[in-house]
């Protein structure tokens, strides 16, 4: 097993996540100094004859250091990962766009084939109708809807469409 071996470039997504682990440490190192100097400053404070001015004067200054780099800390990890939220909902949304786009071209070959099944019976209906009247079978009349073979109300329609060439006899 090779240590040595150049680490693999991170894709942009593993990136940010990298980095937004990095600031969350940051600002967990962050906190843990407030909490120290905190902790340091309120025990000089407490007793401050017993420890020199020096200990004094750093802890006193320490304290509203770590602040500002605890709040420094926690304003830039708020920002990163609001930009790595908003980039996990982008990348969602396109999924789903592409699935919609994806059953939205499947929905539309399924219908032209349908249309050209339809086209054939179309052509085809006519003939089996004139060929029910003279031998004298009796058609009924489709009552679910409009039917090719079976209506004899107006013309037929597929999903709003009127179907072209379409002849009652």
């Known amino acids: 097993m090779n240590l040595f071996r150049k680490p693999t470039p991170a894709p942009a997504d593993d990136a940010a996540e990298l980095e937004l682990l990095k600031l969350r440490n940051a600002?967990?190192?962050a906190q843990t100094r407030y909490n120290r100097a905190k902790a340091e400053a309120d025990r000089v404070?407490?007793?401050?004859?017993?420890?020199s001015a020096l200990?004094?004067?750093a802890a006193l200054v320490e304290e509203p250091a770590?602040?500002?780099a605890l709040e420094a800390a926690l304003s830039e990890y708020d920002v990163m990962a609001s930009h790595v939220e908003q980039a996990r909902k982008d990348a969602e949304q396109k999924?789903?766009?592409e699935e919609k786009a994806e059953k939205v071209r499947a929905y539309e070959e399924a219908l032209a084939a349908y249309r050209q099944a339809a086209d054939a019976l179309?052509?085809?209906a006519p003939k089996v109708r004139s060929l029910a009247v003279?031998?004298?079978?009796?058609l009924p009349d489709w009552q679910g809807g409009d039917d090719l073979l079976f209506d004899q109300s107006a013309e037929p329609h597929i999903l709003g469409e009127t179907v072209a060439g379409w002849q009652t006899v």
């Open 27 to 29: 600002r967990d190192d």
């Open 45 to 51: 404070r407490a007793n401050p004859g017993a420890v």
């Open 55 to 57: 200990m004094l004067q």
């Open 66 to 68: 770590a602040a500002q």
């Open 95 to 97: 999924r789903l766009d």
């Open 122 to 124: 179309v052509a085809a």
């Open 134 to 138: 003279e031998a004298g079978v009796y």
